[in-house]
């Protein structure tokens, strides 16, 4: 089974506004909008449009044609209401930012949403703070009105606040705290067009800047910067960035120890783990996963269930994650176990009745743990007590207003399904698994989610060729084989080798079946020639299944002297 690629969630900084500075904002989401939230018209109306419309009109903002800047314009005119704090030339300008960081089409609406709250935030807080020197105060609002005559102002508004800076370094001997609060809006900026680590790098600067006895806006810096840090992988997809968001986290533990503030201890805890899991997903062995899972038992020290209940039951998800992840490496089933006892804990809090989307998410890691139990375990116990938690999770992940998320607990439960379908062989299973998969790639298209999708191609690939092997004729096998090539076309062996060798593998199998149908030598061939290229990643990733490929070859090879041909 392929080995299933979890994500921890960070626990958002909520801090509150009376206590805001430069640094602190909501994030917003498109698909958590509601009559709650006090959020500008603007926001509402482009997470209102489909995710083609939004792409149109980005990419009619990077459009060197004047005509196409025109159409912009006249749209969002038509579009945006007089109540707006953004202006159609803010919105273009943000629509222009989104392009130039190369964001998914999926996302777009998503990643407006946060950088124009990010944007009027980072306005309101230039205003509010003000300091003493007048010279430096009038640079600080030539920084906003750049900002607020147009977003694409960032360089400039950059350039405004360095010299602020370099200011009050000339004029006063004491000017940490108000140069940190310059560095912290210049993060902002640097939000607003996605640029993260670069944001990163500010918050982290202004945290060195500000003087120790100011432990509590020294902690937020950083905590901010290793946000940030995270973000940037969000965008660009560096894994490196990591290691420096554990740093910045770090680097908060020491600001803050527990005896100082528990409670933001225990985040930062939760934030260090949430980082290492992530990293530890992407790595070989267990050393980052096994941290993870020790900074998440930290904050359950503060995080009790009593005191805290929601954090109590965040952090036990995420630490049940984590788990899941090291069992998946590991011979034993223990840490799997312990995965199941912390999910299922976590669901005595999180209810479908308090919380549904949170249990919804949870009982999907909940089936994830029994799957790769169920898997490890003789008969169908558990495989089935998967199959039931993604069920109840898709009571919730509805597919109108969450499709992505359907269609992943869809993919999980055509997995489980597959797995049970071989014990023994079940048509009837494998078929529902066929059928889970393909309403998975409904949403999972290429365009919208490659990688996913190359997946789930290769998950229906499988299915498909257990599948044809219960039954007389090559129909279902062939199927395979498409699948599988389609999900090559993705997973290459340069971008991701070990997909790739998965999808041979399954070709070189699903070859060697047809191959014994159709007493075809070419197939005898090709099967053995996939066999090998998918051994030659899997010898160094994976040794444990070099008997398996032995056993394969050496199949193909007695087929190939049965049908009377040399020795390949």
Not at 31 to 46: F, N, P, R
């Amino acid at each position: 089974m392929r080995a299933l690629v979890l994500s921890v969630l960070l626990l958002t900084l909520a801090i509150p506004a009376a206590g805001q500075t430069i640094g602190d904002y909501r994030r917003v989401d498109c698909g958590k909008l509601d009559g709650s939230q006090s959020v500008d018209s603007a926001l509402s109306i482009v997470c209102g449009l489909t995710a083609d419309q939004v792409g149109s009109l980005v990419g009619l903002a990077i459009s060197p044609q004047a005509t196409d800047q025109a159409t912009l314009r006249r749209r969002l005119d038509d579009l945006l209401p007089a109540t707006t704090q953004l202006s159609s030339t803010t919105v273009q300008s943000l629509f222009g930012s989104l392009a130039e960081a190369g964001v998914p089409p999926a996302q777009l609406r998503n990643r407006f949403a946060e950088i124009a709250q990010r944007h009027l935030d980072l306005l309101d807080e230039l205003e509010r703070t003000r300091g003493d020197d007048g010279p430096v105060q009038d640079l600080r609002e030539a920084a906003a009105a750049a900002l607020r005559a147009n977003p694409a102002n960032q360089d400039l508004a950059l350039v405004r606040l360095d010299d602020a800076r370099r200011l009050l370094r000339a004029r006063h001997k004491d000017a940490d705290r108000e140069e940190a609060a310059l560095m912290r809006a210049q993060a902002g900026i640097e939000e607003t067009r996605l640029r993260f680590a670069a944001a990163a790098r500010f918050y982290e600067e202004a945290a060195d800047r500000l003087p120790n006895e100011d432990a509590d806006a020294r902690w937020l810096n950083l905590l901010l910067a290793g946000h940030r840090y995270q973000d940037d992988n969000r965008i660009v997809g560096d894994q490196s960035v990591f290691e420096d968001a554990i740093a910045a986290y770090r680097g908060a533990l020491d600001v803050r120890p527990r005896a100082a503030e528990p409670t933001d201890w225990a985040m930062t805890q939760h934030s260090v783990g949430a980082a290492l899991a992530t990293l530890g997903t992407h790595e070989r062995g267990t050393t980052k996963l096994e941290e993870a899972a020790a900074a998440f038992r930290a904050a359950l020290t503060v995080y009790t269930r009593d005191r805290h209940p929601l954090r109590w039951a965040q952090t036990q998800n995420n630490l049940g994650r984590t788990l899941t992840t090291l069992g998946l490496r590991e011979r034993s089933t223990e840490r799997l176990e312990e995965a199941v006892a912390a999910l299922q804990a976590t669901l005595t809090e999180r209810t479908r009745e308090r919380a549904p989307l949170a249990w919804a998410e949870t009982s999907n890691n909940l089936g994830d743990a029994l799957l790769a139990l169920g898997v490890r375990s003789f008969g169908s116990i558990k495989l089935r007590e998967a199959i039931a938690a993604y069920r109840a999770a898709l009571l919730e992940y509805d597919r109108s207003r969450f499709p992505l998320k359907w269609a992943m607990v869809h993919n999980n439960l055509g997995l489980a399904l597959s797995h049970l379908g071989r014990r023994p062989n079940n048509a009837v299973k494998l078929e529902s698994a066929i059928a889970a998969f393909r309403a998975a790639l409904t949403e999972r298209t290429r365009t919208r989610a490659p990688h996913d999708w190359a997946e789930t191609q290769t998950n229906l690939g499988v299915a498909l060729s257990r599948l044809g092997q219960l039954e007389n004729g090559i129909a279902k096998l062939e199927e395979a084989l498409a699948a599988f090539r389609a999900a090559r076309t993705e997973h290459t062996r340069k971008r991701a080798p070990l997909d790739w060798a998965r999808t041979r593998m399954g070709e070189g199998r699903t070859l060697l079946l047809i191959a014994a149908r159709k007493r075809s030598l070419e197939d005898v061939v090709a099967a053995e020639a996939a066999l090998h290229d998918a051994w030659s990643i899997y010898a160094a990733a994976r040794p444990k299944h070099d008997e398996w490929f032995r056993a394969k070859i050496n199949e193909a090879r007695a087929l190939s002297a049965a049908l009377g041909a040399k020795e390949i």
